[in-house]
């Protein structure tokens, strides 16, 4: 089984609410990943969790807050974001976070549009 | 992460091989070559890696050039299933940094 499972698939929030996106696995995988993807563009990394702690921020607005309570789940919480955060956002895990030639497997995300 | 650089697109006939080519010239030793393909509107989907030898399964074979500055993806018999954005990643570490991949289009 290699199945990542991001929800909601679909959310619609205005800008002053306050929503999360979550994403489970139950590979065993201790690193997780949060991408952000623009219509026609590559996935871009917005963070990594390694067992349970954040590893890398790729410079992200305060805005995007991610949690990881447990190895299999990574939240992404969400306030007061702006229109152009409207994306697709995906989840990712993989064994661990360091070890070249791990693979990473995706999810199938989540569609974010804030209105 | 080393660059990659890949055509923006390219078109197959159905059932015959598509080769997918990737230039990574600035690879370091330790970096990996990853494959993911991406159909609209899902998630990015694993295909393959390598690290120096020529891999091989179910989907598809990867060949690696000797000094690893450029590799090959090979779809053996494609389908109109596999058009798709197909990405060359170079891998350093703990982060995947997605370049702008090749559109395939498998056309009858």
């Known amino acids: 089984d290699t199945e990542v499972t991001q929800t909601p698939k679909h959310l619609v929030m205005g800008m002053t609410n306050k929503k999360s996106l979550k994403c489970e696995q139950h590979?065993?995988?201790?690193?997780m990943y949060w991408y952000k993807q623009k219509a026609k563009k590559p996935p871009e990394l917005m963070f990594v969790?390694?067992?349970?702690?954040?590893?890398i921020n790729e410079s992200v607005p305060s805005r995007f807050s991610p949690e990881c309570p447990n190895s299999s789940l990574l939240n992404l919480h969400l306030h007061a974001l702006q229109p152009e955060d409207s994306a697709l956002y995906l989840c990712?895990?993989?064994?661990?976070?360091?070890?070249?030639?791990?693979?990473?497997?995706f999810g199938e995300g989540s569609w974010l549009t804030v209105v | 992460d080393a660059k990659t650089t890949q055509p923006p697109s390219m078109d197959c006939a159905e059932g015959r091989a598509a080769n997918l080519p990737c230039n990574h010239s600035?690879?370091?030793?330790?970096?990996?070559v990853y494959w993911y393909r991406q159909i609209h509107s899902q998630g990015p989907q694993y295909i393959i890696h390598?690290?120096?030898n020529n891999e091989t399964n179910e989907m598809a074979s990867l060949i690696i050039t000797e000094d690893r500055k450029s590799s090959t993806l090979i779809l053996p018999h494609a389908t109109l299933r596999d058009t798709a954005v197909y990405y060359c990643?170079?891998?350093?570490?703990?982060?995947?940094?997605f370049g702008t991949g090749t559109q395939l289009k498998v056309e009858l």
């Open positions: 390598g690290l120096k």
């Open positions: 990712a895990s993989s064994p661990n976070d360091w070890v070249d030639g791990n693979t990473i497997y």
């Open positions: 600035t690879i370091s030793g330790n970096e990996y």
């Open positions: 590979m065993g995988h201790r690193a």
């Open positions: 969790y390694s067992y349970e702690k954040l590893s």
């Open positions: 990643i170079v891998r350093g570490g703990n982060k995947l940094t």
